[in-house]
């Protein structure tokens, strides 16, 4: 086949690491959907798990020396599949990689920061993840009047020392997993922020711990603005691996329909150049169903 269709050598093993890996996370959604079968709780709307991703097309562009995704079928239930949650997470840091581009284009001084923000964990995972949500948003509310105050209203000048004042953009990421050693409930925030002065984290820290009354542990340093920044930034909303069916059936429940991804500040309507598309005479697909265990090749999938 590689042979056939051209593909580099390097190219086409890392192609074949990566249906690997997808077949790992199709054993894990059609695991989970046979226990939800099991429990009695396999919805018309969960059984579309058990066809997610049965086929997939991935293009080889060889101007761009890749090989992407370009068709399947999708349950879009990232919080229960691992298939449609790498997909969500894969589309969110491009997304958010170009718009940071865009900025850092039009303003050349701003720097990029990955800040986490944290909560003590606790058995509740709904308890924990509302107060993680109010307090952020009391957070980047403080921001946007700082930048309010900046532009005018001097009666908004108290959110000024806040420790987010100098974020000119910024995006976020709910994850979820259980503690390492407690086994507790750890949601946490993940940000990527664009500002014009350093961020402090000491600042932040002393700030999250008058929010919250309990959690003083954050992380926020500059990054540089590569794949590998956003990747780390808009993983996917829980470690799949870590948490049993009942746990990953728990956060399903609990954190369905809530938004776990959203911009502010400058990323909000910002114009993006439209991407070009290689032209289809230079590209080929390659065709795999999922049997027995792995993605084969196959002819065009109906």
């Excluded at 093993?13 to 079968?37: I, S, V, Y």
């Excluded at 500002?195 to 990054?223: F, K, M, N």
């Amino acid at each position: 086949m590689t042979a056939t269709l051209s593909i580099p050598a390097e190219l086409y093993e890392r192609h074949r690491g990566r249906l690997h890996r997808l077949a790992c996370h199709k054993r894990r959604t059609l695991g989970l959907a046979r226990w939800l079968a099991e429990q009695g709780l396999l919805t018309p709307r969960l059984a579309r798990l058990a066809q997610c991703q049965s086929w997939v097309v991935f293009r080889y562009e060889p101007e761009g020396a890749r090989i992407r995704l370009c068709r399947t079928v999708s349950c879009d239930l990232p919080l229960l599949c691992p298939l449609c949650a790498i997909r969500r997470a894969a589309r969110a840091g491009a997304g958010y990689q170009q718009r940071t581009w865009t900025l850092l284009a039009a303003e050349p001084d701003l720097r990029l920061f990955y800040a986490v923000l944290t909560l003590h964990n606790q058995a509740d995972l709904a308890e924990r993840f509302e107060h993680l949500q109010r307090q952020a948003r009391r957070l980047l509310s403080r921001r946007r009047a700082a930048v309010s105050a900046r532009g005018g209203h001097p009666r908004l000048a108290y959110a000024c020392q806040t420790s987010l004042a100098a974020a000119v953009a910024g995006a976020y990421s709910f994850e979820v997993k259980r503690g390492r050693h407690s086994g507790l409930w750890h949601p946490h925030l993940n940000l990527l922020l664009l500002a014009s002065h350093p961020l402090d984290e000491q600042a932040l820290a002393a700030e999250w711990h008058a929010l919250t009354g309990d959690s003083y542990i954050v992380y926020c340093q500059p990054r540089p603005a590569d794949t590998g920044t956003f990747v780390e930034i808009f993983k996917y909303a829980l470690k799949f691996a870590d948490l049993s069916y009942a746990d990953t059936f728990l956060v399903y429940q609990t954190l369905h329909g809530r938004k776990l991804m959203g911009s502010f500040g400058a990323f909000r309507d910002l114009h993006l150049p439209a991407e070009a598309t290689p032209p289809v005479s230079a590209s080929r697909e390659l065709f795999y169903r999922y049997f027995d265990g792995e993605y084969r090749p196959t002819t065009q999938p109906e």
